[in-house]
């Protein structure tokens, strides 16, 4: 059990590395806040994949060691994971006067894609 919450607090945490640095890109290219959810969507997935192989790099060896576990985590952690970014995208919506912030269905579905590409790039590659 302490497994599986270590690998969705990992994942959580690198869903809001991905987040901050989509974030931080779109601040860099001068490009408005979210203007098309799909080309973030995408932008998400490659970078939970970058993230998945370099976790992969430094940690090859999976903390779930039964499959039914492993794609149970796979599944929910990602979920898991999109809510914290949901929170934290609520919390930056009332600190800030910017109010071109996606739905929290589209803000869930991209940290859900960030996550799941993430996951499954680990179980591809790790051991």
Do not use: C
């Not at 599944?75 to 929170?87: E, Q």
């Not at 859900?112 to 790790?126: A, E, I, Q, W």
């Amino acid at each position: 059990m302490m497994e599986w919450l270590a690998e969705i607090f990992i994942n959580g945490v690198l869903t809001l590395l991905a987040e901050l640095s989509n974030v931080g890109l779109r601040k860099s290219l001068r490009a408005p806040p979210d203007t098309d959810p799909l080309s973030d969507a995408l932008v998400g997935a490659a970078l939970g994949f970058v993230l998945g192989l370099a976790s992969v790099y430094f940690f090859p060896v999976l903390a779930l060691r039964m499959p039914v576990w492993q794609w149970l985590n796979a599944l929910l952690s990602p979920l898991a994971a999109g809510v914290l970014i949901v929170l934290w995208r609520s919390r930056a919506l009332l600190n800030s006067t910017n109010l071109a912030q996606p739905s929290s269905r589209v803000a869930l579905f991209q940290a859900f894609v960030v996550g799941l590409v993430f996951n499954l790039s680990r179980l591809l590659f790790g051991h």
